[in-house]
């Protein structure tokens, strides 16, 4: 059974830095993609940052520059690290792992920045 749980989140000031972490268990980031998603108020879950079994990483526009996502595949966990961020990032983040044809999602873990 493939269980996704994040850690981190919680609120900063704007211009803060936050650092996210996601353990997968059931299931390989050596072989499987995996990504953080947003959901802020009012509107639809999205993929911010992704990283693909092999290593590659990709990034919203919005998170370019100031989000990273890495992982450690002995620990089978994502990092997403935040920096500068912004009210505009408030939102619940949701990390999701690939196995076969499903996507496992974690519980979600609140981030608020305050202006």
């Known amino acids: 059974q493939v269980q996704v749980v994040e850690f981190g989140g919680g609120l900063v000031q704007a211009g803060g830095s936050l650092r996210l972490s996601c353990t997968v268990s059931?299931?390989?980031?050596?072989?499987?993609?995996a990504g953080w998603y947003q959901e802020a108020p009012g509107d639809r879950r999205e993929l911010v940052a992704g990283i693909s079994s092999s290593g590659r990483t990709n990034y919203a526009d919005s998170v370019k520059g100031r989000f990273t996502i890495s992982r450690d595949i002995a620990k089978n966990t994502v990092y997403r690290q935040m920096n500068s961020l912004k009210p505009e990032d408030t939102a619940v983040y949701y990390c999701a792992a690939n196995s076969g044809s499903r996507v496992y999602w974690g519980q979600g873990t609140q981030v608020s920045v305050s202006s």
């Open positions: 059931g299931t390989s980031l050596s072989i499987n993609p």
